[in-house]
């Protein structure tokens, strides 16, 4: 799993955020409609204004922070401990796909048919390839990836650390989260031990093992920098995903690879860095790949609940950036809560009267701030789960009840 970065084959095209205007800040929906998002092997590239089209063989060497001390009481050997024990769980997923492409149109020209004639194709074929990390959750072959590890891919294949190699089967992938199961015909795997994600706290150590660059069982260590980062605070604001920050050193490859604490449990799927900074790395806290991919094994699919709503957190700065712009189309008069800034046709908060301009205040009588509350809210109730919301508009309290709906499988306009 590369955290944060394309293969060598392919780039990823995260949504980026625009600081410098209200509407930027909105990008953290609970809709999150978005289209596949992830490149076919690369690592995912969380980056703020920048393509991530570059080359794995282009990326730079460069310097990495050095590891903090060991504790008085820590045994010297336990991150050694760890890769013997973990290791020889940790896989390496290459998957590949054909791409065809039409040659443009002008090649059909009289002019360029005079020189070959019949002989000019019409379509073009290539084959991109890409690798990534994963690592196995069960003796029966289940491995978690990354979704975008593995997007797109005519072919998966998943090498063991003993040399094995064997061919791979999606049995499912989420975008939304970025998770993916990979099944593999073989018994008798060694697996990994998962830990608590809900328990972590900055300062704890943080172990990666992974592949990057094609740097097969590389290890780095660091510690959790930071817990519960927004999708929309890392620059990846399609993903419904409360990442962990670290800065154990995460590079292209390390996609789909887990982050372990000192104990060698797995708390984490790395995923994800900012292009252009160092220690800055993400990952996907075990407990919701856990969820996601016990829905993947059973029923090969995800149901997100949603409510079709695009909102953003209240502050007083914002509330004068919106009054103050005449093409907002907006007008707040409070600057506590979440203004809805869009709903959606047809969606769950549309048929149960939600409002752009409305400023959800209270959510099942807990007072919101952030988008976040309310989208952590949605996924708690689940779809088909009953929300009820206080509401400030034009000057006056008002509830509503929206029952949350399934996020659509095709992006919604």
Same mark, same amino acid.
């Given at each position: 799993m590369q955290n944060q970065v394309h293969d060598e084959s392919q780039p990823l095209n995260p949504q980026n955020r625009n600081h410098a205007h209200w509407k930027g800040a909105a990008a953290s929906l609970s809709l999150v409609l978005l289209g596949s998002g992830m490149t076919l092997a690369g690592g995912y590239l969380a980056g703020n204004q920048q393509q991530l089209a570059q080359k794995a063989s282009s990326l730079a060497v460069s310097r990495v922070d050095a590891a903090p001390p060991l504790p008085d009481n820590a045994d010297p050997n336990f991150v050694t401990q760890v890769v013997q024990r973990v290791g020889p769980a940790v896989v390496r997923i290459e998957s590949s796909r054909t791409v065809t492409a039409r040659l443009p149109a002008e090649l059909n020209d009289p002019f360029f048919q005079r020189f070959f004639g019949s002989q000019l @194709? +019409?379509?073009? +074929? /290539?084959?991109? /390839? $890409? %690798? $990534? #990390?994963g690592f196995i959750i069960n003796a029966n072959g289940s491995i978690l990836t990354n979704a975008h590890v593995v997007d797109g891919a005519d072919t998966v294949r998943v090498i063991l650390t003993d040399g094995r190699?064997?061919? $791979?089967?999606? *049995? !499912?992938? =989420? #975008? *939304? %989260? =970025?998770v993916a199961v990979v099944?593999?015909?073989?018994?008798? *795997? @060694? %697996?990994?031990?998962? $830990?608590? #994600?809900?328990? *972590? +706290? @900055?300062? +704890?150590?943080?172990?990666?093992i992974g592949n990057p660059l094609g740097l097969d069982n590389t290890v780095t260590t660091g510690i959790i920098s930071a817990t519960g980062r927004t999708s929309n605070q890392i620059g990846a604001p399609d993903k419904r995903v409360e990442y962990i920050q670290t800065d154990a050193?995460?590079?292209?490859?390390? &996609? !789909? !690879?887990p982050l372990l604490n000192s104990r060698g449990e797995v708390i984490g799927m790395n995923t994800a860095i900012i292009q252009g900074a160092q220690g800055l790395g993400f990952a996907i806290p075990i407990k919701t790949a856990q969820r996601i991919s016990n829905q993947l094994i059973s029923t090969g699919k995800v149901q997100h609940a949603y409510l079709g709503i695009q909102m953003v957190g209240l502050t007083p700065q914002l509330k004068e950036t919106i009054n103050s712009d005449p093409n907002s189309g907006l007008s707040v008069d409070t600057d506590k809560g979440v203004l809805v800034v869009k709903v959606l046709p047809n969606s769950p908060a549309a048929k149960a009267g939600l409002r752009a301009g409305d400023v959800i205040q209270k959510l099942n009588g807990q007072a919101v701030t952030n988008a976040n509350n309310v989208q952590s809210a949605v996924e708690n109730v689940g779809v088909g789960g009953q929300l009820q919301l206080e509401l400030w508009r034009n000057g /006056? &309290?008002?509830n509503l009840a929206i029952q949350a709906g399934s996020f659509p499988t095709q992006q919604v306009d």
């Open positions: @194709p +019409q379509q073009q +074929q /290539r084959v991109e /390839r $890409g %690798t $990534g #990390s190699s064997f061919p $791979g089967k999606v *049995l !499912g992938k =989420d #975008s *939304l %989260t =970025d099944k593999i015909q073989a018994n008798n *795997l @060694p %697996t990994v031990t998962v $830990g608590n #994600s809900d328990k *972590l +706290q @900055p300062g +704890q150590w943080a172990i990666a050193a995460i590079n292209p490859g390390n &996609s !789909g !690879g /006056r &309290s008002v």
